[in-house]
């Protein structure tokens, strides 16, 4: 399970990375340190203006390169726009966390319903929304129904490499974390496709950042 993070400046010199005026660690420390490989904002346009809600860091275990490299010599554009790529991603046997950090407040009921349509629908297209699948998104929903989410506000995903679970952590200024665990796999790997699906990810700024990353790593 996620322990209380521990997080460290020690990469490179880099203290944080900035990401729309909000810093991230560049290592995450679990059982095993956890790298940032991406990070964008989800946003949307209203009126011609950009609104933005969250800023997204996307970490991952650094032996993940070890199961990418039949990629090893792509472009970051061929990256981007190649499936296949974000699937072995999503797949690979390692450790997986997302923090995402609230740039404009919402309530916690419409990030909620943001995540289950998202989810169920990716379930749906291919047959494997079932009343476990159901039940399982209705506790997640029933999470973030009480919360609002304060600017700074931080969400958590952690994917453990062990097991098909995922724990979720909602942390607000001056309040304890609350946490969930979603135990059903579907679930769980539709909750990755959610950030990490190429053509269909909820922040195609994050998609970009990652396979400009990995265009870089894979070349090494």
């Known amino acids: ?52 809600f969250t800023a ?17 010599g792509k472009s970051a554009a061929e990256l981007a726009g190649n499936d ?11 450790n997986k966390l997302f923090r995402v950090v609230v740039i404009k ?7 909620g ?7 169920r629908d990716r379930l749906a297209e ?6 476990e699948e159901e039940e399982a998104l209705e506790k997640i929903t029933e999470f973030f129904q009480s919360k609002y989410f304060n600017t700074n506000s931080v969400i958590t995903f952690y994917f453990p490499a062990a097991s098909s679970t995922a724990e979720i952590t909602f942390t607000a200024e001056g309040k304890g974390d609350s946490k969930i665990e979603v135990e059903n796999g579907n679930v769980v790997e539709m909750m990755k496709r959610w950030y990490l699906d190429g053509s269909r990810g909820v922040s195609p700024t994050t998609i970009s950042s990652l396979a400009k990353a990995f265009s870089t790593h894979l070349s090494e």
């Open 126 to 131: 291919i047959d494997k929304y079932e009343e």
């Open 105 to 111: 407040e919402i309530k916690g009921s419409q990030y």
């Open 56 to 72: 997204i860091g996307v970490y991952l275990e650094p032996e993940i390169v070890a199961h990418l490299q039949q990629f090893k």
């Open 1 to 52: 399970m996620l322990q209380e993070l521990e997080l460290t400046s020690s990469r490179v010199g880099t203290e944080v990375v900035m990401v729309d005026d909000i810093p991230f660690p560049p290592l995450i420390k679990l059982d095993k340190p956890l790298e940032l490989h991406g990070y964008g904002i989800t946003d949307i346009e209203i009126h011609y203006l950009q609104i933005k």
């Open 113 to 119: 319903v943001q995540l289950e349509s998202a989810v």
């Open 84 to 94: 296949d790529f974000f699937d072995s991603i999503v797949s690979a046997p390692v």
